[in-house]
């Protein structure tokens, strides 16, 4: 059977705690018996947009794994040149153990998903950004010591913010929201996170109202990947959103997250960003390790 990862309404809860455990199990090295264990598998990272975290924690982890990591910018491929994503995707899939890509486009990912033979994982796109999500569960259960969190994201609605909106509902924990209007997350995305059931999901207007009593605060950009053209109004729109100490002064114990790159002076401010409070690297760390056990797990669990 093909298992997709376009975003993780694909995956189920013991699905999804297994991804965990063995994320644990990467990152202590305890089963060292889990590191080259896909030897002579090979997956393309295809790359319409930059990346640094994305980029470097699958090639390093498809590495550790014993696989062979293909990275492709969609500026260098036939693509740039017309050629179609469902014969790129049959091509790919002739070579490759699992097709990765970042893209503009959510509906790239799903006609790949429709023509590959092989897994498609998304590595972004404007809808969802699952592997960040699933490192930022990651990091919060080994900071919290369990999945019973309160979790208050406040800005824009967007990639990231969907992933972990759907990851609550998956993983169980609780999700606080508050973006400026106009800016709400995908109705769709909290309807089908609904669907799945879980914990509510709480939209609040007040940014100070959303972090209330939150374990973390996490924010992201307010420009994303393809809004450049947006930039003034959405730097207007977001000022009354900016995680700063006064924010975070409304839930005391509260960690700071990001999915990273930050814009200090924006969606946060250097000094909340360089606190004791932060953990994002710790994310950025965990991107490492949960996607070496995303890929062990689609090559080597999935029947
Ligand atoms: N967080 C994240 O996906 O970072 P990159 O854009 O550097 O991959
Ligand atoms: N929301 C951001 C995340 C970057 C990792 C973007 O899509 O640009």
């Not at 997350?185 to 669907?195: I, T």
Request: aromatic share 8%.
């Amino acid at each position: 059977m093909v298992k997709h990862l376009l975003d993780l309404t694909e995956l189920n809860k013991e699905e999804a705690l297994r991804i965990l455990e063995l994320s644990k199990e990467f990152k202590e090295r305890k089963e060292n018996s889990l590191l080259r264990t896909c030897e002579g598998m090979k997956a393309a990272l295809i790359f319409e947009k930059p990346s640094t975290r994305t980029r470097v924690s699958l090639e390093v982890a498809i590495s550790l794994l014993g696989a062979h990591p293909v990275v492709l910018s969609s500026n260098d491929m036939q693509l740039s040149r017309g050629e179609d994503i469902k014969d790129t995707t049959r091509v790919l899939s002739r070579y490759v153990d699992a097709i990765c890509a970042r893209v503009y486009e959510h509906q790239t990912l799903s006609e790949m998903s429709v023509y590959a033979s092989v897994p498609v994982v998304n590595a972004l796109s404007d809808k969802h950004h699952p592997l960040q999500a699933i490192a930022d569960v990651f990091t919060l259960y080994e900071k919290t010591g369990g999945l019973d969190f309160t979790l208050a994201y406040v800005g824009d609605g967007n990639n990231v913010c969907h992933s972990l909106i759907i990851a609550s509902s998956i993983f169980g924990f609780n999700i606080r929201i508050s973006t400026p209007p106009g800016y709400e997350p995908d109705f769709n995305v909290v309807k089908q996170a609904e669907m799945i059931g879980g914990k509510k999901i709480s939209i609040f207007e007040d940014p100070k109202e959303a972090v209330k009593n939150a374990d973390a605060i996490y924010t992201d950009t307010w420009v994303s990947m393809g809004f450049d053209m947006e930039e003034k109004e959405r730097k207007k729109a977001f000022k009354g959103w900016q995680v700063n100490q006064e924010l975070m002064a409304e839930s005391e114990d509260a960690y700071f997250m990001h999915c990273l790159p930050a814009h200090k002076g924006e969606e946060v401010t250097e000094d909340v960003f360089e606190s004791e409070r932060s953990i994002v690297f710790d994310q950025a760390e965990n991107r490492l390790h949960t996607a070496a056990a995303v890929f062990f797990y689609l090559w080597k669990e999935v029947r």
